[in-house]
């Protein structure tokens, strides 16, 4: 009878310890492995650590354009080294190449009428200093007949004629100069009009220009994101598709949380890591801080990091001596010796 009893708390038994022996043997082997890559570390023992991202020094610029258009041409590629002034792309120009022929022809048509116009004006004055002889003729007969007149040689009547061809004269002397005067307002209208079509011309061939967008100074083309048949639009924050920057010196631009940012100090010791292999690092000089807190933009995806914060960008300059391949746009972990409280 006692052993009856005790066969059943001997089989539960028997029965849990058989559970937990397949329960551990069912479970997998968990071995620790090493990262490839350690994550990357401070050179300093205090450090606030931050997002950067790599950009040009002059930053990157997306060049505008003054004139909307299809592009016809693109005359760089990615990578080139371009000067300052040198063409980068043109847009078609079919229709003001027409128009300007129609405004050269009508500048010298402009032309001609000024050149006729002027030719009018001299014979004007011709006529007047031709008009003005015969009056001034007039007048010495005139005299020499009244003081004939006087000693009785000539009569009344040829006193009075010349007189009458005196004032005949003085007329026709004020019919040149009117005359002359209509003349120089013929060719002041005709060089208005010379002006205009200058000024005519002149607008279309700067319209042409406009249609070659140029480099805005000495750098290396860092993207072309436009192709000929594409449409350019001159409004504001559209750009040409062409991203220039000065690359011959790097610069980080490290996002650092704004509850950090008190922290960080002009000439604190700084430096950078590659993303992928913290072993090649990179001291950092300080440049500036951007007076503009704002909201964080750069994300590395990590399950750790606060998305709804913003951050006060600062500016270093990679430290020319040291050889290290970046691109513009590359992140890196930006790491700043933390000033003591």
């Known amino acids: 009878m006692k052993l009856q009893n005790l066969l059943l708390p001997l089989g539960g038994t028997g029965g849990l310890i ?8 069912s479970q997998p082997v968990s071995e620790m492995v090493k990262p ?30 003054l004139r909307s258009g299809i592009v016809s041409e693109v005359l760089v590629k990615a990578g080139d080294t371009v000067e300052k002034n040198q063409p980068l792309l043109r847009l078609l120009s079919d229709d003001l190449e027409h128009d300007l022929t129609v405004a050269k022809a009508a500048e010298h048509q402009a032309e001609a009428l000024v050149e006729a116009a002027s030719k009018k004006t001299a014979a004007a004055e011709a006529e007047v200093r031709a008009a003005e002889a015969e009056l001034e003729q007039g007048r010495r007969l005139l005299l020499f007949v009244k003081d004939a007149g006087e000693h009785r040689l000539v009569s009344d009547e040829e006193v009075s004629q010349r007189e009458s061809a005196v004032k005949v004269h003085d007329a026709k002397v004020e019919a040149a100069k009117a005359h002359a005067k209509v003349a120089e307002a013929g060719v002041a209208e005709a060089i208005a009009s010379l002006a205009v079509a200058s000024a005519r011309r002149k607008a279309i061939e700067n319209e ?29 924050g ?29 000439n604190a010791p700084a430096e950078a890591q ?15 801080f951007e007076p503009l807190v704002i909201p964080k933009r750069n994300l590395t995806g990590e399950a750790s990091e606060r998305v709804d914060t913003r951050v006060l960008q600062v500016i270093y300059r990679v430290d020319s001596h040291q050889q290290l391949r970046l691109f513009a746009g590359q992140q890196m972990d930006v790491f700043v010796s933390a000033s003591h409280p």
């Not at 913290?278 to 000089?285: A, D």
Request: aromatic share 4%.
């Open 18 to 25: 058989y559970a937990a022996v397949s329960i551990a043997a």
């Open 36 to 65: 490839v890559l350690q994550p990357p570390q401070p050179s300093f023992e205090r450090a606030i650590a931050a997002v950067g991202l790599v950009e040009p020094s002059s930053e990157t610029v997306n060049l505008g354009t």
């Open 208 to 236: 042409i220009a406009r249609c070659t967008i140029t480099a805005s100074m000495n750098a290396t083309v860092l993207q072309v994101r436009v192709r000929p048949g594409e449409h350019l639009s001159s409004d504001a």
């Open 238 to 266: 559209a750009g040409s598709g062409i991203l220039l920057g000065v690359t011959s010196e790097w610069h980080v631009r490290a996002d650092v949380d704004e509850h950090e940012a008190w922290k960080v100090r002009e």
């Open 274 to 288: 590659v993303r992928g292999n913290p072993e090649q690092r990179v001291k950092l000089n300080f440049v500036r």
